[in-house]
């Protein structure tokens, strides 16, 4: 079979390089000026291509990037072209910008990107803070949903709500998925407020589908949907997940959505939270065709096909067998406390050896805590980023949590992996369970272990 690439491809390498570099010059998604000025600046520029096509937004803590890849997955099953712009990406800088279900490709990346590059200059030119990596990302993908044309775009915010760069669009259905604390120094200190930032997705005459929440953060979101008069539809209330049981490399659920009930889904995805966000995802799709109990429920076929085709890396994704590796993205104590979960009712591990790899600003002895009881060694590591956590400073974070004798320090991903790999392998031999390798701590962790795990999957 022929591997050979075409003339475009090949000279796309350079090209996307050279792009990848200007992009990474600018500040960073870490560094953060709170303003919508620059990015209204640049689409005002390229006259406006967000308001060129209906959007459903979404925010929250943990579970947006699946969520979005849900909704994604059931609207193109109803026939619509969509866009789809998620981060941070996992290996490609091209994952955060996906038309029809596919990456934007290289070639087009860089024409975007080149066609808009001009206008950035203005508006660096012409105030006081440059303009962000983030807010140049999201640009990008406007441009490219608005030339497509696509029919609506799915839209993850980057961080918070009100002034994400995300938010000079006006979306027609606003989702927010369970909040909890997360960059706590831009957000704010409790659940409450970074649901009021988090809140300012939600616009006039919009409809917010909302998971369930801490009380704190409810009543926030509940407000702002009162204060510009958007219709509201609560997870719990208007829709839900009836019922749900472990399936092979997933599960099937009994949904309740806006328009009544779906049976028979398989979601080829573990845990319950990843049950709640199916439930949101239809909700949302649901609010957006414009059904509800008076049309009653949109195509079942389409539900079921799209759920089961739904796929989300790094998210408790298996990349290797003998002995099992998964790497999951979770970053903050919520969120590993839903892998754990997940972990302990889909997987029959007897011995679970841990790779953790986190990044400054987080939560990391909240997140060690929740993993403690899952494994039974950590391999502490350190992933690329210039915010990684140095190795012995989590390193002694873990000591704390997990004791010196189930803590070893392994400061370069590839020689932790193939450590924690060998003390599985070493593991007592059950044919009941077995032991396992669980990859975690980090966005960049997830990938990167995936990418190096990719030649030597069995």
Not at 171 to 200: F, N, Q, R, S
Not at 238 to 255: P, S
Not at 415 to 422: H, K, N
Request: hydrophobic fraction near 45%; aromatic fraction near 4%.
């Amino acid at each position: 079979m022929s591997t050979s690439t075409s003339p475009g491809q090949a000279a796309a390498g350079p090209e996307l390089a050279r792009v990848e570099q200007a992009l990474l010059a600018r500040w960073p998604e870490s560094r953060l000026e709170p303003s919508l000025a620059r990015i209204t600046a640049l689409v005002d520029l390229l006259g406006s291509p967000h308001r060129a096509f209906p959007v459903v937004q979404v925010t929250g803590t943990n579970g947006k990037t699946t969520t979005a890849r849900m909704i994604d997955e059931l609207l193109r099953g109803f026939g619509l072209r969509v866009g789809r712009f998620t981060s941070p990406h996992l290996e490609s800088i091209r994952e955060r910008i996906v038309i029809d279900g596919e990456p934007i490709s290289a070639e087009r990346f860089v024409e975007v990107h080149d066609d808009v590059a001009p206008y950035v200059q203005m508006v660096d030119a012409g105030g006081d803070v440059p303009m962000s990596f983030f807010e140049v990302m999201v640009a990008l993908a406007y441009a490219a949903f608005a030339e497509t044309p696509v029919d609506v775009a799915v839209v993850e915010v980057g961080m918070g709500g009100t002034w994400d760069a995300t938010n000079v669009v006006d979306a027609k259905v606003a989702v927010v998925t369970p909040v909890a604390l997360d960059h706590a120094e831009y957000l704010g200190p409790d659940v409450a407020t970074i649901a009021t930032e988090k809140a300012g997705i939600i616009k006039p005459e919009s409809i917010a589908v909302l998971a369930h929440q801490p009380a704190g953060a409810l009543e926030a979101l509940v407000r702002r949907a009162i204060e510009v008069e958007a219709t509201v539809a609560r997870e719990g209330t208007e829709f839900g997940v009836l019922e749900r049981r472990v399936a092979v490399g997933g599960q099937q659920v009994r949904l309740q959505g806006l328009g009544g009930e779906y049976d028979e889904v398989y979601l080829p995805l573990f845990g319950a939270h990843q049950a709640q966000n199916a439930a949101v995802a239809l909700a949302a799709v649901e609010a957006f065709l414009g059904a509800g109990a008076a049309s009653g429920p949109v195509a079942q076929d389409v539900v079921q096909e799209g759920f089961a085709a739904v796929r989300s890396p790094g998210r408790l994704e298996r990349v290797r067998s003998s002995p099992t590796v998964l790497v999951d993205a979770a970053h903050n104590p919520a969120g590993m406390t839903a892998t754990v979960e997940a972990v302990r009712e889909s997987f029959d591990f007897t011995r679970l050896v841990g790779v953790v790899g986190c990044v400054r600003g987080k939560d990391v002895s909240g997140i060690l805590e929740a993993l403690e009881p899952l494994c039974a060694e950590l391999v502490v590591t350190q992933n690329s980023s210039t915010r990684a956590l140095p190795a012995d400073e989590l390193g002694a974070l873990a000591v704390d949590v997990f004791g010196a004798d189930r803590v070893s320090v392994s400061p370069r991903l590839p020689e932790a992996l193939t450590e924690a790999i060998e003390l599985a392998e070493a593991g007592p031999d059950d044919a009941l369970g077995g032991s396992g390798v669980l990859v975690t701590g980090s966005v960049i962790t997830a990938g990167e272990a995936r990418t190096l795990l990719a030649g030597r999957r069995t």
